[in-house]
């Protein structure tokens, strides 16, 4: 196993405006992201102090936002559309992918929804899924589409008891029709976004839905792995067998929730991780020794499988974690925890070229060599950026 499909070398051949070959020129050259996307859940950063945004800017390139259909819409026709958007123009702001999550789920769901006759349910629910993929183009290029179909159908877990719309309505047409209606919906408003299938269940009923769907026609672009391991680590072996059964789709994978607990394991006779509720599950010196140690060895097991594409850490900090555990890169305090820095290390650090000074030849060409991402060349004040793909390439830059 190794890194290189991911890296690339490219001869640029630099040029003015006016077409004069720019020789023996001192340029500067900076990496700026990676093509594989190192992913983060980024529902505080935008509105986080300074010190916590730039932890996150350090190490991410990629930021899932929220956009469940019960906070967004809480009360039916009022939307936080300009709250969202507010974060999305943030992060594009400062050249962060976008990811949102997600169209469709049967969990967080607006709960006025549920009273409404099934009919009413599901245009209503096209209608949202239409809306948002309009309003966010441009913004929001990738989107969980629907989330966690395999249970679905059955899923009884609602607090309140009231029957849940999303579930009967998935129990009706089925679980490929109702990704039908997420992907097609999410097509037909024009644009092209990127659209993710996703789910925590990794095993051969997943495999069975999206066999299933492919055979339908519908169009996926992605499959989304979720990986919450709170009960410890799967092991480089498991992380590479289940990339390569779902790599047999011949669609790229997205890991697109991952975490690592930095304190006590969740007990192992926990079901559903949602049982597991504590007064307090603090993270320890024990913990982020060995939640660095895993990472590193999850993330390069990840980065080496030919097949991924994206990989997303769920959270960067302890505070305000899903199921207030202990899981975050980031103290509650805003202290960076050792799996911070041995990520970085990773991904801004042996995975990334530092900025260099390199000399054009008489015929204006620099060599460039990397990680496939996107660089910035800079001489004088003028500036360009290139995309440097996998393998070998020879490319022309105006500057």
Same mark, same amino acid.
């Given at each position: 196993?190794?890194?290189?499909?991911?890296?690339?070398?490219?001869?640029?051949?630099?040029?003015?405006?006016?077409?004069?070959? %720019?020789?023996?020129?001192?340029? @500067? #050259?900076r990496? *700026? =992201?990676? !093509?594989? +996307?190192?992913?983060?859940?980024?529902?505080?950063?935008?509105?986080?102090?300074?010190?916590?945004?730039?932890?996150?800017?350090?190490?991410?390139?990629?930021?899932?936002?929220?956009?469940?259909?019960?906070r967004?819409?809480?009360?039916?026709?009022?939307?936080?559309?300009?709250?969202?958007?507010?974060?999305?123009?943030?992060?594009?702001?400062?050249?962060?992918?976008?990811?949102?999550?997600?169209?469709?789920?049967?969990?967080?769901?607006?709960?006025w929804?549920?009273?409404?006759?099934?009919?009413?349910?599901?245009?209503?629910?096209?209608?949202?899924?239409?809306?948002?993929?309009?309003?966010?183009?441009?913004?929001?290029t990738?989107?969980?589409a629907?989330?966690?179909?395999v249970?679905?159908?059955?899923?009884?877990?609602?607090?309140?008891?009231?029957p849940?719309?999303?579930?009967? %309505?998935?129990?009706?047409?089925? @679980? #490929?029709?109702? *990704? =039908?209606? !997420?992907? +097609?919906?999410?097509?037909?408003?024009?644009?092209?976004?990127?659209?993710?299938?996703?789910?925590?269940d990794?095993?051969p009923?997943?495999?069975?839905?999206?066999?299933?769907?492919?055979?339908?026609?519908?169009?996926?672009?992605?499959i989304g792995?979720?990986?919450?391991?709170?009960?410890?680590?799967?092991?480089e072996?498991?992380?590479?067998?289940?990339?390569?059964?779902?790599?047999?789709?011949?669609?790229?994978?997205?890991?697109?929730?991952?975490?690592?607990?930095?304190?006590?394991?969740?007990?192992?006779?926990?079901?559903?991780?949602?049982?597991?509720?504590?007064?307090?599950?603090?993270?320890?010196?024990?913990g982020?020794?060995?939640?660095?140690?895993?990472?590193?060895?999850?993330?390069?097991?990840?980065v080496?499988?030919?097949?991924?594409?994206?990989?997303?850490?769920?959270?960067?900090?302890?505070?305000?974690?899903?199921?207030?555990?202990?899981?975050?890169?980031?103290?509650?305090?805003?202290?960076?925890?050792?799996?911070?820095?041995?990520?970085?290390?990773?991904?801004?650090?042996?995975?990334?070229?530092?900025?260099?000074?390199?000399?054009?030849?008489?015929?204006?060409?620099?060599?460039?060599?990397?990680?496939?991402?996107?660089?910035?060349?800079?001489?004088?004040?003028?500036?360009?950026q290139?995309?440097?793909?996998?393998?070998?390439?020879?490319?022309?830059?105006?500057?």
């Amino acid at each position: 196993m190794s890194t290189d499909h991911r890296t690339g070398t490219a001869s640029l051949r630099l040029t003015s405006e006016s077409g004069e070959t %720019l020789a023996h020129r001192d340029v @500067r #050259v900076r990496q *700026v =992201r990676h !093509a594989l +996307e190192f992913g983060c859940a980024a529902f505080e950063v935008a509105q986080a102090g300074e010190d916590y945004q730039q932890l996150w800017l350090d190490l991410f390139d990629t930021a899932t936002l929220p956009v469940y259909w019960g906070r967004y819409e809480p009360e039916r026709g009022a939307t936080r559309r300009d709250d969202l958007m507010t974060a999305a123009r943030w992060f594009a702001e400062r050249d962060v992918r976008l990811k949102g999550h997600p169209l469709v789920w049967h969990t967080v769901k607006a709960p006025w929804v549920d009273a409404l006759a099934l009919e009413e349910a599901e245009a209503l629910l096209r209608g949202r899924v239409r809306r948002e993929v309009g309003d966010f183009a441009g913004l929001i290029t990738t989107w969980d589409a629907i989330n966690e179909v395999v249970i679905m159908p059955r899923f009884t877990n609602e607090p309140d008891g009231v029957p849940n719309a999303i579930t009967r %309505l998935c129990a009706q047409k089925g @679980r #490929v029709e109702m *990704v =039908r209606l !997420a992907v +097609e919906e999410a097509r037909s408003v024009g644009t092209t976004p990127r659209l993710v299938l996703n789910d925590f269940d990794l095993g051969p009923e997943y495999e069975q839905l999206i066999e299933e769907v492919l055979a339908a026609g519908i169009e996926i672009d992605a499959i989304g792995l979720q990986s919450h391991m709170h009960q410890g680590f799967r092991g480089e072996e498991q992380l590479w067998e289940i990339s390569d059964r779902f790599a047999r789709f011949g669609l790229p994978l997205h890991w697109t929730e991952t975490t690592l607990v930095s304190g006590d394991l969740m007990p192992a006779e926990i079901t559903d991780l949602n049982d597991h509720v504590v007064a307090s599950w603090p993270s320890t010196p024990e913990g982020e020794a060995r939640q660095a140690d895993e990472i590193v060895r999850q993330y390069t097991t990840l980065v080496e499988h030919p097949a991924v594409e994206s990989i997303t850490y769920w959270g960067m900090g302890d505070a305000g974690a899903w199921l207030n555990a202990p899981a975050g890169l980031v103290r509650a305090d805003g202290s960076a925890k050792p799996a911070y820095h041995a990520l970085r290390d990773l991904v801004r650090g042996t995975w990334w070229l530092d900025p260099t000074t390199v000399r054009t030849d008489e015929d204006g060409r620099l060599p460039l060599a990397g990680f496939a991402g996107r660089y910035e060349l800079e001489l004088d004040a003028r500036s360009a950026q290139v995309d440097l793909a996998p393998g070998d390439q020879a490319l022309d830059v105006v500057l």
